[in-house]
């Protein structure tokens, strides 16, 4: 079955950065557009990213454009997320997600299994 393991979530400063990867098995994983989602308290799921199933295309929502890089390594089915200049809003917990097919869907809808997530705080 589909097993998405996100690792890398920590406490940052404002301004900081952090790298967060996810571990996928049980699909291939080339074959799949891949995200990341997230979730702050007492707030909705959001999509934050998204990436081609052969890394030619990259998306962003508008409030992490220029700051965060998602990336992916289909040699080692992984996933990753490079978070710079890192805001007090952006603390959330983090998940990685597998697209429904080959391309990105900006929105959570295009995704049909996430991981547990790891936590993100950005705070002084």
């Known amino acids: 079955q589909v097993q998405l393991v996100e690792s890398g979530g920590d406490l940052a400063q404002p301004g900081g950065s952090l790298t967060l990867s996810c571990a996928a098995s049980?699909?291939?994983?080339?074959?799949?557009?891949m995200g990341w989602i997230r979730q702050a308290p007492g707030k909705e799921l959001e999509w934050v990213s998204g990436?081609?199933?052969?890394?030619?295309?990259?998306f962003y929502t508008d409030s992490v454009k220029g700051r965060f890089t998602i990336s992916r390594d289909n040699s080692k089915n992984t996933l990753y997320l490079q978070m710079n200049n890192l805001k007090p809003e952006d603390t959330a917990l983090y998940s990685c997600?597998?697209?429904?097919?080959?391309?990105?869907?900006?929105?959570?809808?295009?995704?049909?299994?996430w991981g547990q997530g790891t936590q993100v705080t950005v705070s002084s």
């Open positions: 990436i081609y199933n052969d890394g030619s295309d990259t």
């Open positions: 997600a597998k697209g429904r097919s080959l391309v990105v869907v900006a929105g959570t809808s295009g995704y049909d299994h």
């Open positions: 049980g699909f291939t994983f080339s074959d799949y557009a």
